[in-house]
């Protein structure tokens, strides 16, 4: 069995996000993304550096996400059966999402930001836990994945504690994620409910 033991840390998994706490969020996020790293994908499981087991973003890509277009065609995603309407406008949008998922800077990413990976406290956000899925790929992944779980308002704060405007990139970025959602939510209608919500929101806002 492999653990990590750190400090205990005392809080709740937030409900609502407010600014404050978001912002916080975005700051830890920027120090994460500092880290030297190499590769691409989920880690390697070693101590001494934090690699990637991939040799390219897309590939790498596929080592954390459940077949997403544009990594897979169009036509075995579960949004055709889902969402058949989106179908041209996520065609139109194939070059612009495999040059999000290609973009650098290239950092770890936690990769999983919904609210249970969070612990607050008085308005304050006290630790980012659980990076069993950290993966090695472009910046903009962790303000999609943010996004997906806590809407675009949030995200605006998140950018105000990251310190880079990346939100166009990660509206694109948070329709690949949204595809990923729904390849995985095919028994979980609630999961699926809400990443066809999002993607649709997502679409509006491109």
């Known amino acids: 069995m492999e653990f990590a033991l750190d400090e205990w840390v005392t809080g709740e998994h937030p409900k609502d996000l407010e600014r404050q706490e978001c912002i916080e969020l975005g700051e830890t996020l920027a120090q994460l993304h500092a880290l030297p790293c190499s590769g691409f994908g989920l880690l390697e499981n070693r101590d001494d550096t934090l690699t990637g087991v991939a040799t390219d973003p897309r590939a790498g890509a596929l080592t954390r996400l459940e077949q997403p277009f544009p990594l897979t065609p169009l036509e075995v995603s579960a949004v055709s059966r889902d969402a058949p309407d989106s179908l041209p406008r996520l065609r139109a ?4 999402l495999n040059a999000v998922i290609a973009s650098e800077p290239f950092v770890v990413n936690h990769s999983d930001l919904h609210a249970g990976q969070m612990l607050t406290r008085n ?26 779980f806590h809407g675009w308002h949030n995200t605006a704060w998140l950018l105000e ?26 028994s979980k209608p609630e999961r699926r409910g809400r990443a066809l919500e999002r993607l649709r929101e997502t679409l509006i806002r491109l």
């Open 93 to 96: 949008l194939e070059s612009e």
């Open 123 to 148: 308005g304050h956000l006290e630790a980012l836990l659980d990076f069993g899925d950290a993966c090695i790929g472009t910046s903009t992944w962790d303000i999609a994945s943010f996004a997906f």
């Open 161 to 186: 504690g990251y310190g880079s405007d990346q939100l166009e990139a990660a509206k694109r970025f948070c329709v690949v994620l949204c595809l990923h959602h729904l390849n995985r939510a095919v």
